[in-house]
């Protein structure tokens, strides 16, 4: 098994700063207990606003004792086990989009002194579902956690698996991402179009995404539906991360990739890489590029990623664990991650989340039906 081992200090570090640097400087109002959330300002330490947290428990305004918030009076939570150890499980290579978010949401949950130690291990293929095996062979534990996102439920329905992720236990959504299609920097393509319009005249032409059906296939499938080419036509090569991807199109072994946009922000910032198209509505701060919009093509769609736990967790267990993540996302470290990598609050949580879930596969399954990839 190959873990990793992230001490964080450097990262939290970095984090922190970043928010000093980017975060407009503002006195935030104070929160009455009807309307207030995990992180706001309030006034009367002592005060709790009822139904305000997590499954409906309750916030208290007190002055926090841990993280980026310290000596802060905040509506916060008044009895929180912060977490010991953990083991993430990533079905990605290093470098992939599930290690990443782990590693971002670990680091943050250290910097606010929710979590004391991790690693994460990574177990790709089978599009995802072998990494999803593992953590749910894993069921006796209660230090494990595991990544899901659009391209697991993806992967658990075009491979048609008999492993059901709602053997375990929905944890808290974490983030929404945007896509990429880039190619490389000496391409003689210039924009989407013209390399839309070449697929179309050869569906055959290599083109690199993620793991077959998940969320770069779909999209890549989406986006040429709309000029008229089948996503059965096309000649995608599937990889385990958007790492494998950049290298596969920097090799010329494909002529262009998709991902999120994390994966390629280093390769398009040394200049190696080009964005000829994003899938978000405006531009975005952290990676050069123009939108399908901006190109004429009115389409907008993004990934998705949040933590599932092993089942063998108690109710209070399950809710403090949900506590420790919301205390976690109020905080700098994760908000400044937010904007290094123009990523999204999911805001869906526990029994939310369990709702988001079961809409989720319905939709992507008929979606990879309509498309032919499942």
């Known amino acids: 098994m190959m873990r990793k081992k992230i001490t964080g200090a450097v990262i939290a570090s970095l984090a922190l700063a970043l928010v000093a640097s980017t975060a407009p400087i503002a006195s935030a109002a ?22 305000r947290g997590v499954e409906g ?42 290690g990443t978010t782990a590693i971002a949401f670990a680091d943050a949950m250290k910097a606010e002194g929710m979590l004391s130690d991790y690693t994460v291990s990574y177990k790709s293929g089978g599009s995802g579902t072998v990494g999803l095996g593992y953590f749910l ?48 920097a000496n391409s003689k393509y210039r924009n989407i179009n013209q390399l839309l319009d070449d697929i179309k005249a050869d569906p055959k032409i290599p083109f690199a995404g993620g793991s077959k059906g998940t969320v770069d296939h779909v999209y890549l499938g989406l986006l040429l539906s709309k000029v008229g080419v089948k996503a059965v036509d096309i000649n995608y090569i599937p990889y385990s991360g958007g790492q494998d991807v950049a290298i596969s199109v920097l090799g010329g072994q494909t002529v262009a ?10 390769y398009v910032k040394s200049g190696k890489l080009r964005v000829l198209a994003l899938s978000s509505p405006k531009r975005l701060a952290s990676i050069k590029g123009s939108t399908l919009v901006a190109q004429g093509i009115d389409f907008t769609y993004s990934n998705w990623r949040g ?24 905080g700098a470290t994760w908000k ?36 032919g990839l499942a």
Do not use: H
């Not at 990739?257 to 280093?266: A, I, M």
């Not at 933590?307 to 109020?330: D, F, G, Q, Y």
């Not at 939310?352 to 399954?365: D, G, M, N, P, Y």
């Open 30 to 51: 104070p929160k009455a207990a009807a309307i207030a959330k995990v992180g706001d300002d309030c006034i009367k330490a002592g005060r709790t606003a009822p139904g």
């Open 137 to 184: 062979d894993q069921k006796a534990r209660k230090d494990i956690a595991f990544i899901t996102g659009f391209a697991m439920l993806a992967g658990v329905a075009s491979t048609k698996s008999a492993l059901k992720p709602e053997d375990s236990i929905a944890g808290p959504g974490l983030m929404r991402e945007y896509e990429a299609i880039v190619v490389p």
């Open 307 to 330: 933590v599932m736990l092993p089942s063998s967790l108690s109710e209070a267990e399950r809710v403090n664990w949900l506590k420790a993540a919301e205390l976690t996302r109020a």
């Open 336 to 371: 400044a991650t937010l904007v290094a990598k123009d990523w999204r609050n999911l805001d869906e949580s526990g029994k939310t989340f369990v709702s988001f879930l079961a809409a989720q596969k319905k939709e992507i399954t008929a979606t990879l039906v309509s498309l």
């Open 57 to 98: 428990s309750d916030l208290t305004c007190l002055v926090v004792t841990t993280g980026s918030l310290k000596g802060e009076l905040k509506w916060w939570y008044k009895n929180v086990t912060p977490l010991t150890k953990l083991e993430w499980v990533a079905s990605s290579g290093v470098g992939g989009g599930y």
């Open 257 to 266: 990739g998709v991902s999120g946009t994390s994966e390629f922000t280093s």
